[in-house]
């Protein structure tokens, strides 16, 4: 479909708007995130969308059900063919979706980790991404759960051993059918480099699980946080952001993550699920507000960004 046709039928009114939400203690806090409103022009009123379509539209993508998703999916890979297109377009559909961390597991699959294979209510920052990607690569509900679990574990393969846990160790290398590191072409001079030991007999100690997996050396890269403004001009919509966060002399990990997007006026937004809400602001100001906020003494750093396309 031509870019154009896209455009009149869901684009979609980005309004920038100084936010004030309450940290956990109960007071007032300022940041910079914005505020997405899904403004659909009168096209959505013509009689070819069904009508249960229209109230689809209408909602947030947090409050479908199971049913919804079956319907909506299939309508929206017909009528928004571009792949970033659709990622972009349900991520928005799910601003001010509910954080909760560590929501999913293996049951009823497993009984190691009883929490549920998906969640359309809640999502912490891993939930958001794979959801909204796994949606987007798909036409029915039975395409998308099939879709979470490949994108979730090693080979599609459930299970609590198998899952992509560590992201820059599995979820990263278990992905390249979907996703492409860029992190070293686009950051060019700018790429730090980096190592990590991942010891999954460690984690997996807690399941009785595992024991018996050696520990993996792996070396990696990321942009710095100071220059992550070099590489926005050559980032897209959809691409996967990883949060570089470390210990004084200890190894770094990607401790959250998110999706990009781009908007017409060429702001590179970050999309991500953050508490209290999955919210969208601009990548430069995740990392300036970071270097604005007081450090604790020994607490973890943002040391920068990884990127994959």
Not at 95 to 102: K, L, P, R, V
Request: a positive charge; glycine letters at 6%.
């Amino acid at each position: 479909m031509p870019k154009y046709l896209i455009l009149i039928l869901f684009s979609l009114l980005l309004t920038v708007v100084p936010q004030k939400n309450k940290n956990k203690n109960g007071t007032d806090k300022k940041n910079t995130e914005t505020t997405i409103e899904l403004n659909y022009p009168a096209k959505f009123d013509d009689a070819s969308v069904p009508k249960e379509i229209k109230k689809l539209l209408k909602k947030p993508l947090y409050t479908f059900t199971e049913e919804d998703i079956d319907l909506y999916l299939g309508f929206l890979k017909t009528n928004v063919p571009n792949l970033r297109d659709r990622i972009q377009f349900l991520a928005r559909q799910n601003m001010g979706q509910s954080y909760n961390i560590y929501l999913l597991g293996e049951f009823p699959f497993e009984i190691k980790d009883k929490q549920p294979l998906y969640n359309l209510k809640q999502s912490d920052c891993v939930v958001f991404a794979e959801h909204i990607y796994a949606m987007s690569l798909s036409s029915n509900w039975k395409e998308f759960f099939a879709m979470l679990q490949r994108i979730r574990y090693k080979d599609g393969e459930i299970g609590m051993l198998t899952r992509n846990h560590y992201t820059e160790a599995d979820w990263v290398k278990n992905n390249t059918w979907l996703i492409t590191e860029i992190t070293d072409e686009i950051g060019g001079n700018s790429v730090a480099k980096t190592s990590s030991e991942i010891d999954r007999a460690k984690f997996f100690k807690k399941h009785a699980l595992g024991q018996n997996i050696p520990k993996e050396k792996i070396e990696w890269t990321y942009i710095p946080g100071d220059s992550v403004y070099k590489v926005l001009p050559y980032l897209r919509t959809g691409d996967f952001v990883n949060i570089v966060r470390g210990y004084p002399a200890s190894d770094p990990w990607v401790g959250h993550v998110g999706l990009i997007s781009v908007e017409e006026n060429g702001t590179v937004n970050f999309m991500h699920s953050a508490d209290p809400v999955v919210k969208t602001q601009t990548l430069q100001s995740y990392w300036d507000d970071f270097k604005a906020k007081p450090k604790k003494k020994n607490g973890w750093q943002f040391l920068g960004f990884r990127f994959t396309d």
